[in-house]
């Protein structure tokens, strides 16, 4: 059937049934059989013993492999030496001797003469010389030359032992462990419980009086002799002074003041000729209306004959607090020209609404106490080094 499209081209359709497909199948499977088979078949050049070679092994018709190049350059074969050539000589008037003057040469070791005596030192002296050590101080170890060892082994009394005896001895290194361990166990013992400071380091050799009955005063030149000294026995005698004011006003009538109760103690028949130290508090104007407080401390001892005197810190009144005290003393006070007849510590307490003993420690933060302890800190240590010094 022809067909014309659209170029004007005409084909040909061929229309075939169903049935005759298979047919050609079969026809076109039968050809390429054929042609297979035919493949197979030697060529007509080729003998049949060739053919049968060539169908049966075909590894037998590969050539064997052909051997590598070498790239290794061979190794020359070095030459024998036949002969070394003998050196040349050097000219005369290079190899002449020359000389040396006597001065350069080192100096020749001499024998020593029959009767010298020869001091050898130690090789490790002569490399390793004894000098000072910025690391290890003389008190470590090394003293001017001579090691710990060998300060044992020169003791005269014998050794290990006499160092044992030193060490346990007064002032030796175990008796100062033994005194720092003590002196730990007493802080911890007066830190719980305060009142065991008295027991603790009461005795010894210092024994001083107070001349006042209040605690605060006793305790606080207990606490500073004690610390200083070590151990010392403060009890205090109740006195007062009778020629001054109740309130002194002034550097005069405060150590007035505490003289006089210093006299009262030693006019005791019953007190022995220990020293004994005086506390008073008095009035100061350092400007106008400018009025401060603070107490003075004496010591006098009369077997050494020695008069010690220290002061507390000040602390400040106001004018106000001043300007009653002077209202409330009489003008028929006798003592008048002294102080006043009302004390500063009953009229601060009660503006401050505290105790006439704690007012300090209200109004400025620092008791009465500690000022007292710090002065009398500075009056012990003065006593002590004149007691060295006598």
Do not use: C
């Not at 010894?204 to 004690?226: C, N």
């Amino acid at each position: 059937m022809l067909q014309e499209d659209s170029n004007g081209e005409t084909f040909e359709i061929i229309d075939k049934k169903l049935e005759d497909i298979p047919n050609a199948i079969d026809k076109t499977e039968s050809l390429s059989s054929m042609s297979s088979s035919a493949s197979l078949l030697p060529s007509p050049g080729m003998s049949t013993a060739s053919a049968s070679n060539s169908t049966g092994n075909l590894l037998s018709s590969v050539a064997p492999p052909s051997a590598l190049p070498n790239f290794v350059s061979p190794i020359p074969t070095p030459k024998p030496v036949t002969s070394v050539p003998a050196p040349t000589p050097l000219p005369s008037h290079l190899i002449q001797p020359t000389s040396i003057p006597s001065s350069q040469l080192p100096p020749q070791p001499t024998r020593p003469q029959s009767g010298t005596t020869i001091n050898i030192q130690p090789v490790a002296e002569q490399f390793y010389p004894t000098q000072f050590n910025a690391a290890i101080p003389p008190s470590k170890g090394v003293q001017h030359g001579v090691t710990f060892e060998t300060q044992l082994s020169t003791e005269d009394s014998g050794g290990f032992i006499g160092w044992m005896k030193g060490a346990v001895s007064s002032g030796g290194i175990l008796s100062r462990v033994a005194e720092k361990a003590k002196n730990s166990v007493d802080s911890m013992i007066t830190t719980l419980d305060p009142q065991m400071r008295e027991y603790i380091y009461s005795g010894g050799d210092l024994d001083i009086l107070v001349a006042s009955g209040q605690e605060i005063k006793i305790s606080a030149i207990r606490e500073a002799f004690q610390t200083i000294f070590g151990k010392a026995t403060i009890e205090g005698i109740d006195v007062q002074s009778n020629t001054i004011a109740v309130q002194p006003v002034g550097f005069a009538a405060g150590i007035k003041a505490a003289e006089e109760r210093l006299e009262a103690v030693f006019k005791n028949p019953n007190v022995q000729a220990v020293p004994v130290v005086g506390i008073e508090n008095f009035l100061l104007e350092v400007g106008e209306d400018t009025w401060y407080d603070l107490g003075v401390l004496i010591l006098k001892d009369p077997v050494r004959q020695i008069t010690l005197q220290t002061f507390t810190q000040m602390t400040p009144v106001p004018t106000a607090v001043v300007s009653l005290a002077q209202e409330d003393t009489p003008l028929d006070y006798p003592l008048k020209w002294s102080g006043y007849s009302v004390t500063i510590g009953s009229l601060m307490g009660k503006n401050l609404g505290v105790h006439h003993s704690e007012w300090h420690q209200a109004l400025t933060g620092v008791s009465r106490r500690d000022m007292i302890v710090s002065a009398a800190k500075a009056l012990a240590t003065l006593y002590k080094s004149s007691i060295v010094s006598d």
